[in-house]
T-cell receptor, first 113, second 112 residues
C-alpha cells in the first residue's frame, strides 16, 4: 500500500509569493488532515477533510491559507501571500477513522525569506 | 496550561534499560490517546494507541493510561539505539471531531 505522499519536500520562497503544497492520501482514506509544525513548537492542527468536504478548519491561521480537496482525492494547501511566520513543516495525514490513528506524509518544509 | 504536556528531554537511557515517557493532558473527558515516534527529519509514525485505563502491550512497547490522573505513558523495554527519536503524545480532546492535539514531544537518546 502506498503511503501518504507530499510534495514538494522543500520549498523556499520570498515573502509575498505564493506556494501550493500537495498531498496524496492513502487510497480509500476519506479523512485527510493538514498539520503544521513551527520550529520549537508542537504539531498543530490546521484542517480536516472528509472526502471533499471541510469538516473542521478551525486551525487555519488566517485567510491567506486556502485548502482544497477536489473530488475527494488529493488535497492542496495554498499560502498567498506568504509571510515569514508561515515557515515550518507542513504535514498531511490520512486515516479511515480516528480509532486507527493517522498515517502521516513526510512533510513539506516551507521556508519564507 | 497546555492541553497536552510532555517533558522535552532529552531523556537519556543506556542500551537495554527501560525508557519511561510521560504525558499529561488537561481534558478529563478525552477518550483516545496515541504515541507517535518521529526520527529527525522524518514523519511521525504511529506506534501505540490506547483507549481504556490500564496497560496495553505491543512487543517492547507498553502504553499505560490513567484517566483519573489524566496521564498516559509509554514504556520501552530493552531500549535499543534505534529507539533514539522524538516521541509524540497525541490526544483526541472532547468535542474536537477527529482532530488530534499533540504535545511537543520528548527526545529519547539510547546510549551504548
Amino acid at each position: 500500500e502506498a503511503g501518504v505522499t507530499q510534495f514538494p519536500s522543500h520549498s523556499v520562497i520570498e515573502k509575498g509569493q505564493t506556494v501550493t503544497l500537495r498531498c496524496d492520501p492513502i487510497s480509500g482514506h476519506d479523512n485527510l488532515y493538514w498539520y503544521r509544525r513551527v520550529m520549537g513548537k508542537e504539531i498543530k492542527f490546521l484542517l480536516h477533510f472528509v472526502k471533499e468536504s471541510k469538516q473542521d478548519e478551525s486551525g487555519m491561521p488566517n485567510n491567506r491559507f486556502l485548502a482544497e480537496r477536489t473530488g475527494g482525492t488529493y488535497s492542496t494547501l495554498k499560502v498567498q501571500p506568504a509571510e515569514l511566520e508561515d515557515s515550518g513543516v507542513y504535514f498531511c495525514a490520512s486515516s479511515t477513522g480516528l480509532l486507527y490513528g493517522y498515517t502521516f506524509g513526510s512533510g513539506t518544509r516551507l521556508t519564507v525569506v | 496550561q497546555k492541553e497536552v504536556e510532555q517533558n522535552s528531554g532529552p531523556l537519556s537511557v543506556p542500551e537495554g534499560a527501560i525508557a519511561s515517557l510521560n504525558c499529561t493532558y488537561s481534558d478529563r473527558g478525552s477518550q483516545s490517546f496515541f504515541w507517535y515516534r518521529q526520527y529527525s527529519g522524518k514523519s511521525p509514525e504511529l506506534i501505540m494507541s490506547i483507549y481504556s485505563n490500564g496497560d496495553k502491550e505491543d512487543g517492547r512497547f507498553t502504553a499505560q493510561l490513567n484517566k483519573a490522573s489524566q496521564y498516559v505513558s509509554l514504556l520501552i523495554r530493552d531500549s535499543q539505539p534505534c529507539d533514539s527519536a522524538t516521541y509524540l503524545c497525541a490526544v483526541h480532546l472532547t468535542g474536537t471531531a477527529s482532530k488530534l492535539t499533540f504535545g511537543t514531544g520528548t527526545r529519547l537518546q539510547v546510549t551504548l
